[in-house]
């Protein structure tokens, strides 16, 4: 992981993307118990919205150091990486109050357990609710927390199923 934190930064450095966050399951990781996973997420902001093609700098930017696409993501090291711009108000603000943490000196930022949260219930696949009892479970977020991240962000429908179906005896 420490090679896709150095492309990170060094893509946030040259101006290639404005910010970034590690979401998905590498992101869970940081909140709960180590699971299996194929790829690493990544949340970016590109520099401008290009459309269709908010991706090609990055792609460019990746290409010209020796990382090349696999499918839909970019081989960095051991880790195939999926980028994926910010897509709503919730993934952008979850950008934008990422925490830092650091890989072996090299920072990296990912999506706090609150925004994680709030993500996997706006995408709502039967893994993403794993996800949100998983983090729960393990108090890296508390369900009040999401219930206000959920209301702000237009999901509290969404949350009050999940409450019902999971949460409430």
């Known amino acids: 992981m420490k090679e896709v934190a150095e492309l990170l930064e060094g893509m946030k450095s040259a101006g290639v993307i404005r910010d970034y966050a590690v979401f998905g399951a590498i992101a869970q990781m940081r909140y709960t ?4 996973t194929l790829d690493a997420d990544i949340l970016v902001m590109p520099i401008q919205d290009s459309g269709l093609d908010a991706l090609s700098p990055i792609y460019r930017y990746c290409e010209a150091r020796g990382y090349l696409p696999q499918g839909e993501a970019i081989r960095v090291g051991d880790w195939p990486v999926q980028f994926v711009p910010v897509f709503s108000p919730l993934t952008e603000e979850a950008v934008r109050q990422a925490e830092t943490g650091e890989i072996e000196g090299v920072p990296l930022r990912v ?3 609150a925004h994680l949260a709030a ?3 706006s995408v709502g696949r039967p893994k993403d609710h794993l996800r949100i009892l998983s983090m729960l479970d393990a108090g890296s977020v508390r369900a009040e927390t999401i219930e206000a991240l959920a209301a702000r962000h237009g999901l509290s429908d969404r949350w009050s199923a999940f409450r019902r ?3 409430d005896e």
């Open 33 to 36: 118990e180590p699971m299996a």
């Open 111 to 113: 999506v706090s357990a």
């Open 119 to 121: 993500i996997a219930l």
């Open 165 to 167: 179906r999971y949460l």
